[in-house]
């Protein structure tokens, strides 16, 4: 298996723009979470989904993000409009059991 | 809530053991794990003990479960300049997202 797909990679955005990652789970995956990480906070968990429905969004820092998830095998987390502080590492994980959870390679992105 | 703890440094001579430290708060906890980052990376899973085990044993890793103290450890027998990294404890209920601790930064010198 290819493992937790993620992309793009780096992102370099301006602030005041939309920007939007995405995420493909390892296939039979029923649960899907977004994170981000940054030097200060560690690694916050943003929204998770159990069999593509949104279970727990209560860590989406503000109005300005969103996360959907049309399919099994496709998720994506939205931020419009886009400032600096939300510069980090945005990853992705999936798992069909608790015993073993998989992380993407993580998008980095930067708002100047 | 839920909170785990870690100290944020640790540094070993190449060829000695590493023990890296947790504590979690959540008697409820049923899963612990380790996972490893590398520069770049993303999170690598490296174990999980169930709350009902005090110790699990893979290769140079050896996961110790003081389930009373609630304390994790993760200890790296004749650890390697490729052991440098960043190690996270997070723990769950089994059903539900891990918590996962800040990290700490594994420094192996030669």
């Known amino acids: 298996d290819a493992g937790v797909i993620q992309s793009p990679r780096h992102e370099v955005t301006e602030m005041g723009q939309e920007v939007t990652l995405r995420c493909k789970p390892i296939?039979?995956?029923?649960?899907l979470f977004w994170y981000r990480q940054t030097m200060m906070r560690g690694l916050e968990l943003l929204i998770y989904?159990?069999?593509?429905?949104?279970?727990?969004d209560s860590g989406m820092p503000e109005d300005r993000f969103s996360a959907k998830m049309p399919n099994a095998s496709f998720s994506t987390l939205k931020i419009q409009p886009s400032e600096p502080r939300d510069s980090a590492v945005y990853f992705c994980?999936?798992?069909?059991?608790?015993?073993?959870?998989?992380f993407g390679p993580g998008t980095r992105l930067l708002v100047l | 809530g839920e909170d785990v703890e870690q100290s944020l440094f640790l540094s070993v001579r190449e060829g000695d053991s590493s023990v890296i430290n947790c504590t979690y708060t959540?008697?409820?906890?049923?899963?612990l794990y380790w996972y490893k980052q590398e520069p770049g990376a993303g999170l690598q899973l490296l174990t999980y003990?169930?709350?009902?085990?005090d110790m699990k044993q893979d290769q140079r890793l050896t996961v110790l479960l003081n389930k009373k103290d609630k304390h994790l450890s993760l200890r790296i027998a004749d650890t390697q300049t490729g052991d440098s990294a960043i190690y996270f404890c997070?723990?769950?209920?089994?059903?539900?997202?891990?918590?996962f601790g800040k990290g700490t930064r594994l420094s192996v010198i030669a």
């Open positions: 994980a999936s798992r069909t059991s608790p015993e073993t959870q998989y």
């Open positions: 296939s039979g995956h029923n649960s």
């Open positions: 989904f159990n069999n593509n429905v949104p279970i727990d």
């Open positions: 959540d008697s409820s906890s049923t899963y």
């Open positions: 003990i169930f709350s009902n085990m």
């Open positions: 997070a723990e769950s209920m089994g059903n539900t997202p891990l918590v």
